[in-house]
């Protein structure tokens, strides 16, 4: 029951986009009442408050108190994406796996890490803005897994580094989704940094949580929304 749950933001996200396309809602029209549209999709208030969260972040709605909620871009569903691996887990599975794997492999490699490591990770960061600024975005999304292999191996912990070596090309999908919005690219370099930040101060908890934001943002990019446990 608490899996199905903690489904239901998910689920309303993509109910709205497809409301939102199919009647046909362009930038600046106003959608029903929070009040009615919880009532059309069967969700709690709270659930569709999560989902409207979530949607804003992508920058696809503002919702603007006393006055409503109001289009501002539209955009393909979520469940449109072209992702080869459906049979083996679902864009969301993997974005949760990573968010509970390398938060948690963040905060240790904090105070793992070599002085090598992290000069390596500090060139990748680098070189990941000179490809996005050069729109090269197939090789930034490489050196976006390399940051996170790289962040892998620091962290020491042999069973987490085997999880994504056998799954490396589902991972390596997942990391090549958010740049669907190429304007939008540079924010992955500028969460790289922040994590980058709490590993060079050894800040295990900061890490940790800059890395599961990140990892929470690169999948609204892609447009998709998901909960945690401390979120639900």
């Known amino acids: 029951m608490n899996s199905i749950s903690r489904a239901v933001p998910e689920v309303a996200v993509q109910a709205i986009r497809q409301l939102i396309t199919e009647r046909g809602f362009g930038p600046g029209d106003a959608l029903p009442s929070q009040r009615d549209l919880a009532l059309q999709l069967g969700v709690s208030r709270a659930s569709l408050r999560e989902a409207l969260s979530s949607l804003s972040a992508l920058g696809l709605i503002s919702v603007q108190p006393g006055k409503g909620v109001f289009v501002q871009e539209v955009a393909p569903v979520a469940s449109g994406l072209d992702w080869p691996f ?3 887990a679902s864009p969301v599975d993997i974005f949760q796996l990573r968010y509970a794997l390398e ?5 240790l490699a904090a105070v793992t890490l070599t002085a090598d490591e ?11 803005r000179q490809e996005l600024l050069a729109r090269d975005f197939e090789a930034a999304a490489r ?3 390399e940051f ?3 962040l892998l191996l620091a962290c020491g912990n ?4 085997s999880v994504l070596s056998t799954s490396a090309q589902i991972f390596l999908e997942s990391q090549k989704l958010p740049f669907i919005r190429p304007e939008r690219a540079m924010e992955t370099w500028q969460e790289h940094r922040k994590i980058l930040r709490g590993l060079a101060r050894r800040a295990s908890a900061a890490a940790q949580k800059a890395m599961q934001e990140h990892v929470r943002n690169a999948a609204l990019r892609t447009g998709i929304a998901f909960v945690t446990p401390l979120s639900s």
């Open 86 to 88: 459906a049979a083996q």
């Open 103 to 107: 938060g948690f492999a963040a905060g």
């Open 118 to 128: 992290l000069d390596a990770l500090e060139d990748n960061v680098d070189a990941m």
């Open 143 to 145: 050196l976006d897994f």
């Open 148 to 150: 996170h292999h790289k």
């Open 158 to 161: 042999q069973a987490m580094l």
